[in-house]
């Protein structure tokens, strides 16, 4: 199981005082990606139209370029605000495979301070039921006192 006390101090330590979204992003993803064996792609979809989320900073192979909030389960967490935490990508109807080697799937909202959607964390893992509520919750910590502060 993660440890996401450590995870959360290595990351806040790295972000303290930054204020770019994209640094931000880079620097989780890099992190959060290295910290688990499980994590196959883990990276960050920008809200960058209404309705639309394109490919932001991530590790590991390529990633769709553009998602609509209407498709997929990156789209799901957009349109609802909520995480998403899915054990079997395949059974899910509308599932964007970006990767066809993934087999569940966790997607995280990422609120700016003022509350508004500024992008979702997808984390993707090529095992089946890979995540739990733990790291739902670990991450969501992580992504909420980071992007909460006052970024410019």
Known sequence: MQDYEALSQRIFALTEGETDTVALMATIACEVHHSDDRFNWTGFYRV?????????PYQGGHGCL????????????ARSGQAQLVADVHA??????CSHSTRSELVLPVHNRDGELIAVFDIDSDQPDAFSCADRDGLQAILDRVFAQDLT
């Open 48 to 56: 960058t139209a209404p309705g639309m989320l394109k490919i932001g």
């Open 66 to 77: 553009v998602i609509p909030f209407s498709r997929g389960v990156c789209g799901a967490c």
């Open 92 to 97: 899910v109807a509308d599932h964007i495979a």
